[in-house]
């Protein structure tokens, strides 16, 4: 994925401060128990996945979440330094979760992910084909394969099909940016011949 950090170059200003991002996580996670008070909250499609899918808002539909915001201002400062953001959260799936196949419909935003917790034992080869879901934790996009490391970006078209699972040892959280693509429609794939050619 070294190609998207030179097309994206705030992939790698996440990458090198993930810890920071990280600890505002760790803090909300704290704040839950003590406070007895669910700050994440079940994603709304409940008919797409099986398990438990919780996120944090930080953004959505290009607007602030600003009480959340509030309490994550390390996060939120990386996010007003984006160009083009749209939603963003913290992204939860517990252990034994299974997202079902499914396509998002905006073709105007990518999709990036950084991975702040993951299982420890989903050790593959990005793009690694495999059969196997099973004591697992990853994503399929079309047919690629994608799996979380912690400090980790990758960036996908949300409008392919793709499916995500946890099958691993502990909840897998990243934090989930939706961005503008540089021309509605423009295949991840093509962005960046599009930049050398503007």
Request: glycine share 6%; proline share 5%; with cysteine.
């Given at each position: 994925m070294e190609n998207q950090r030179e097309i994206f170059p705030f992939l790698r200003e996440l990458e090198d401060n993930y810890r920071a991002v990280?600890?505002?996580?760790?803090?909300i996670l704290y704040n839950e128990t003590v406070n007895q008070k669910a700050y994440f909250k079940p994603w709304p499609q409940k008919n797409i996945f099986t398990g438990e899918w919780d996120v944090f808002c930080l953004y959505a539909f290009g607007d602030q979440w600003a009480g959340n915001c509030k309490k994550?201002?390390?996060?939120?400062?990386?996010?007003?330094s984006i160009p083009g953001v749209v939603n963003a959260a913290f992204s939860s799936i517990a252990v034994g979760?299974?997202?079902?196949?499914?396509t998002g419909h905006d073709d105007s935003t990518y999709r990036c992910h950084l991975g702040l917790m993951a299982p420890e034992q989903n050790k593959l080869p990005?793009?690694?084909?495999?059969?196997?879901?099973?004591?697992?934790?990853?994503?399929?996009v079309e047919e690629k394969f994608f799996h979380w490391e912690e400090g980790k970006t990758f960036v996908f078209d949300d409008t392919q099909a793709h499916e995500t699972w946890n099958y691993?040892?502990?909840?897998?959280?990243?934090?989930l940016i939706d961005f503008?693509?540089?021309?509605?429609?423009?295949?991840?794939?093509?962005?960046?011949?599009?930049?050398?050619?503007?």
């Amino acid at each position: 994925m070294e190609n998207q950090r030179e097309i994206f170059p705030f992939l790698r200003e996440l990458e090198d401060n993930y810890r920071a991002v990280r600890e505002e996580v760790i803090t909300i996670l704290y704040n839950e128990t003590v406070n007895q008070k669910a700050y994440f909250k079940p994603w709304p499609q409940k008919n797409i996945f099986t398990g438990e899918w919780d996120v944090f808002c930080l953004y959505a539909f290009g607007d602030q979440w600003a009480g959340n915001c509030k309490k994550c201002p390390v996060t939120t400062s990386f996010l007003q330094s984006i160009p083009g953001v749209v939603n963003a959260a913290f992204s939860s799936i517990a252990v034994g979760t299974h997202i079902d196949v499914h396509t998002g419909h905006d073709d105007s935003t990518y999709r990036c992910h950084l991975g702040l917790m993951a299982p420890e034992q989903n050790k593959l080869p990005t793009d690694t084909v495999f059969q196997d879901k099973s004591n697992r934790c990853g994503m399929r996009v079309e047919e690629k394969f994608f799996h979380w490391e912690e400090g980790k970006t990758f960036v996908f078209d949300d409008t392919q099909a793709h499916e995500t699972w946890n099958y691993g040892d502990r909840t897998r959280i990243v934090l989930l940016i939706d961005f503008k693509r540089p021309e509605p429609g423009l295949p991840l794939e093509q962005v960046g011949t599009f930049y050398t050619t503007i």
